[in-house]
């Protein structure tokens, strides 16, 4: 069964940092590039943020470049989102995705 | 960037009835990298069509896309009771994502 699962999403201060973590588990996860999305309440998909099956192509949301990081580690099968600088605005549910695959998300909250 | 842009907003349908979504693109999508999703509230999205016209595993045939280049569609053929949701259009051509701002398909 495939499985990805977030973690580490939480209530944060504006201006402080936070990592998602995404476990990826029945399928071979260095055969896909993978993405984070986002979901702010009630609003539609945002893509976050993408990288290649090497980590050779890498590529950011303007609303997030110079903020964000993304990271894999094929050996542990994870994926990961370094998030600095958290805004009011990057409140949502996050997703870890390929196109055929999404975990259920982990909600960041940023408020004082 | 490329823009998808999706219509209607809301479709009101009776169970049975058909139901015809459309995306449009601001520019050509490449080799038909487009991809459909239902999602239903508090639930992650699920993929229904990928390659603009396959059907993801376990989607049932009522649903349909087509298209190319900036146009494309998505069809139920009969709308059933669990079909009503928000569907949301995605190219994954380039080196990013973008998604449509869905289409809500809501009980008449």
């Known amino acids: 069964e495939v499985q990805l699962v977030e973690s580490g999403g939480g209530l944060v201060q504006p201006g402080r940092s936070l990592r998602l973590s995404c476990a990826a588990s029945g399928f071979t996860f260095d055969d896909y590039a993978m993405h984070w999305v986002r979901q702010a309440p009630g609003k539609g998909l945002e893509w976050v943020s993408g990288?290649?099956?090497?980590?050779?192509?890498?590529g950011y949301a303007d609303s997030v470049k110079g903020r964000f990081t993304i990271s894999r580690d094929n050996a542990k099968n994870s994926l990961y989102l370094q998030m600095n600088s958290l805004r009011a605005e990057d409140t949502a549910l996050y997703y870890c995705a390929n196109v055929h695959y999404w975990g259920q998300g982990t909600l960041v909250t940023v408020s004082s | 960037e490329i823009v998808l842009t999706q219509s209607p907003g809301t479709l009101s349908l009776s169970p049975g009835e058909r139901a015809t979504l459309s995306c449009r693109a601001s520019q050509s999508v490449s080799s038909s990298y487009l991809a459909w999703y239902q999602q239903k509230p508090g639930q992650a999205p699920r993929l229904l069509i990928y390659?603009?016209?396959s059907r993801a595993t376990g989607i049932p045939d009522r649903f349909s896309g087509s298209g190319s280049g900036t146009d494309f569609t998505l069809t139920i053929s009969r709308l059933e009771p669990e079909d009503f949701a928000v569907y949301y259009c995605?190219?994954?051509?380039?080196?990013?994502?973008?998604f449509g701002q869905g289409t809500k398909v809501e009980i008449k």
């Open positions: 995605q190219q994954y051509g380039s080196s990013s994502w973008t």
């Open positions: 390659g603009a016209s």
């Open positions: 990288i290649s099956w090497n980590s050779g192509s890498i």
